[in-house]
């Protein structure tokens, strides 16, 4: 099976580009800014700290103008697979399905949705919902993927906390293999003088072996400059890894950035959809990207994993839920 199946640049997309809408809690004055033209992409949370607003994600500047990568600013919604599929061809179930190399690498990257408009069904001042259907919004990807996909995502601002919901569902007769990844990009420091000062903390206890950027297979054990157990300043992290054995609390993941002059932590709260955590540090370092998994980069490969790679596969009618909550402390 062959497909177009790369970055959307339709006419239909070209209209609703730069369209923003803007959500908040009129109580605590914070507030989030979604571009549903740009894969409903949340680009920006602003909270009120020491008489100013300060702005918890990073966006390179114009990036609501949809000329640059959808997949480095705000929270780049990665689906139905993040991370790479390698050589751009998805094998399943006796089918092969080319999709495009997109990475440089010649590897397909971060799915379908997260640079082609979305719909919005529901919104108030505190919250927006967008959906996405492939059969509905963009019938060329049926020939991409095994099955029909259905993804909505609910933004709404609580107090200090952004909420997000990303809810998948299977509407086609056929199974649906699939992932789910959030790729927020958080801006460093919090207030504080020095970002190489933040402390970064995820309950990790493992990570998985990379070969190019893709998963072996292989789970190996972290080392000092990777065991995020405890906390490790930002200004000694250089990652792009692809942590496993995350720690869980009522089926809630708790990984913080916490900047020790302003005293103040951004904490982001997962549930345990997202098995995997991908830490990366892009090139400028004015930020770094905590992004919840809920499958290994790769896992539709993965004939014999040392640990389990958290591919969903939703049968007709079904669905599973993530939830991702931002909140400053």
Not at 208 to 218: I, T
Not at 239 to 247: A, Q, R, S, Y
Not at 272 to 283: G, I
């Amino acid at each position: 099976m062959t497909a177009h199946c790369g970055s959307s640049h339709s006419a239909r997309s070209e209209r609703v580009t730069n369209q923003t809408i803007q959500i908040g809690d009129t109580d605590s004055g914070a507030s989030a800014r979604i571009l549903p033209g740009l894969g409903f992409n949340c680009c920006s949370f602003e909270v009120p700290h020491g008489g100013r607003m300060l702005e918890l994600l990073w966006s390179v500047a114009g990036f609501a103008e949809g000329n640059h990568s959808p997949s480095g600013s705000g929270i780049p919604i990665l689906f139905p697979f993040p991370g790479r599929i390698p050589g751009a061809m998805l094998h399943w179930q006796g089918q092969e399905y080319q999709l495009v190399a997109s990475d440089g690498l010649g590897n397909a990257i971060h799915g379908f949705v997260l640079d082609r408009p979305w719909r919005i069904i529901d919104q108030s001042d505190r919250h927006v919902v967008g959906q996405f259907q492939a059969s509905l919004d963009e019938p060329d990807l049926l020939n991409c993927w095994p099955a029909d996909f259905r993804i909505t995502t609910t933004y709404a601002v609580r107090g200090s906390t952004l909420q997000g919901r990303y809810l998948l569902e299977n509407p086609d007769d056929r199974p649906l293999p699939c992932g789910l990844g959030a790729h927020p990009y958080f801006r460093l420091p919090l207030g504080g003088p020095q970002r190489e000062d933040c402390q970064i903390r995820v309950p990790v206890s493992a990570q998985w072996q990379l070969e190019n950027l893709l998963a072996s297979g292989d789970v190996g054990p972290l080392d000092s400059e990777t065991d995020l157990s405890n906390g490790v300043d930002f200004g000694q992290l250089q990652l792009d890894n692809v942590f496993t054995g995350l720690t869980f609390q009522e089926q809630r993941c708790r990984a913080t950035i916490h900047d020790p002059h302003s005293k103040r932590t951004l904490c982001v709260t997962f549930n345990d959809l997202f098995q995997q955590c991908v830490l990366y540090n892009p090139p400028h370092r004015e930020a770094i990207c905590i992004e919840p998994y809920s499958c290994v980069p790769g896992a539709f490969e993965l004939s014999q994993p040392a640990a389990p790679t958290g591919l969903v596969v939703l049968e007709p009618g079904q669905s599973a839920e993530g939830t991702v909550d931002i909140a400053f402390e």
